[in-house]
C-alpha cells in the first residue's frame, strides 16, 4: 500500500496524454507504458538486493555512504530534505488544495487553508505511530485504486452508449515515432512510475526482510496493470487522437461518461492521490533525517526514535515544519517555488544513478557479505536500471537547462542546492570534531 500510494499520484491523470501524443500511435503508446513498468521492476530488484543485504532506516542514504562515503550521503539527505521530500510534500498539499477549491471552494483564503489542513492532519495522524499512518495510507490508497478502476468502467459505459471516440480508437495508424519524440515519451512515463525506491526506507522495520521483496514486485506488477488499464480506458473513452490533444484526459472521460458531475469526480480522485502519497512520503521522508542524526553527533536529537510509536520523532517533526513553511513559501512566490521544486530534477537522478551504481561497488567491497536476495542476471539488470537513470539525468538537464526562472538559467538551481549541502557538510564536520574533542580524555 505504501509504494502504490507514493507512486500513483497525480501523474496518471494527466500524463498519458503527453505520452500519447509523442508516440504517435496506440502500439507504441501501450508499449511506452508496459516498458515503463519492466525498467521500473529491474529497478525494484537491484533495490531488493539492497534492502535485504543492507537493511537500515535510511534507504538511500545508508547505501550511499556504504558505498561512497560520508559526505556523499550528506548531501543526498541535505537534498532529499531541502527539496525532494519536503518540497514533495509541499507540492502536494497545494494539488490537494487546487482540486478541493473545486469541490468546495473556501474563498480567496481556501488554497493556503486546504494545503496547511492537509499537513498538519497527516502530521497529527503519523504522529501516533507507524500503525496510524499505514492504516490510514490503506485506506487511502484503497480509495485511490478504486477511482481508477472507476475510469475503466466509465470507458466501459461509453462503450455501450453512441460514442464516436470508440470507433476512432482503433483507427490511428501504427507509425514509428522518432527516437528524441519516444525518448521524451518514456521521460513522463518513467516520472509517473516514480517513487517505487521509497520502500527502501522501511526496510528495516520488517519482521522477515525477504518481504521487502515481494512487496516490491507484486507493487510494480499492480501498478503496471493499473496503468495499462487506464490508459485504454482512456482510449476506449476518447480515441486516440482525443486522447493525445486532451488537455486534461481523465477529466475529458469523465465528462463524456457521467456529464458535468464527473467533473467533480475527478477532482476527488486527483485530492485523494495527492493526499495518499503525501502521507505515503511523510512516513518514509523523514527517516533519512533520522539516519543523518545517527551518523552525526552534532545533529544526534534527529536520531531520537520513538520506540512505543515507531517513528523518528524529531526528525518528523522537522520535515513537516519544514513543508509548512514550504507551504507558504508557495503562497508567498507562486509559480516561483513550484518551478524550483521542479527544476531540481537533476539532484535527483545524480543520486538515484549513484545508489544503482553502489550496487556494483558493494559487490567489489563485500563479496562475502551474505545477501538474502541477489538480482538475477548480474550484472545485466544493474547495467540496465543504470542505464536508465543516466538517460533519465541527461533528459531532465537538458529540459532544465533550456528553462529560466527569474531570469537566470533553471540549471544554477540545482548547483545552488548542492552548494548549500557543502557549506553545509563543512560546518556539521567541523562541530563534530569538536564534539568530539570536548568529550575525549585530556591526556
Known sequence: MLIIGVVVGAGIFKAPSLVAGMAGSVEWMMGAWLLGGVISLIGALCYAELTTTWPHAGGDYHFLRRAYGPGVSFLFAWARFSVIATGSIALLAFVFADYMQKLLPLGSWGGLIYAAASVLVLWAVNARGILAGSSTQSWLTALEVGGLVLLVIAAIYLSF???????????????????????????????????????????AEMRKQRDIVMALIVSIVVITA????????????????????????????????????????????????????????????????????????????????????????????????TALFLVFLGIWTGGGFRAMVEFTAPVFWVFFLLVGISLFVLRVREPDRERPFRVPLYPVLPLVFCATCAYMLWSSLSYVHSQSLGGFNAAWIGVAVLAVGFVLLAVVRARSRAAIAASSPTH
Open 226 to 321: 493499473l496503468y495499462m488499464l487506464v490508459n485504454w480506458a482512456y482510449l476506449r473513452g476518447l480515441g486516440f487522437a482525443g486522447m493525445a490533444k486532451s488537455e486534461a484526459v481523465a477529466a475529458d472521460l469523465m465528462r463524456a461518461a457521467f456529464g458535468p458531475t464527473g467533473d467533480k469526480v475527478i477532482s476527488a480522485l486527483v485530492a485523494i492521490a495527492a493526499l495518499t502519497s503525501m502521507n505515503a512520503t511523510m512516513i518514509v521522508g523523514a527517516r533519512t533525517q533520522y539516519a543523518v542524526g545517527r551518523d552525526w553527533p552534532v545533529l544526534s536529537k534527529l536520531g531520537m526514535w520513538d520506540g512505543a510509536r515507531n517513528t523518528p520523532v524529531h526528525a518528523m517533526s522537522l520535515q513537516n515544519i
Open 161 to 203: 452508449g453512441p460514442a464516436p471516440a470508440v470507433a476512432a480508437a482503433a483507427a490511428a495508424p501504427a507509425a514509428a515515432p522518432s527516437v528524441s519524440s519516444f525518448g521524451l515519451a518514456m521521460v513522463f512515463v518513467l516520472l509517473t512510475y516514480g517513487g517505487w525506491n521509497e520502500a527502501a526506507y522501511i526496510s
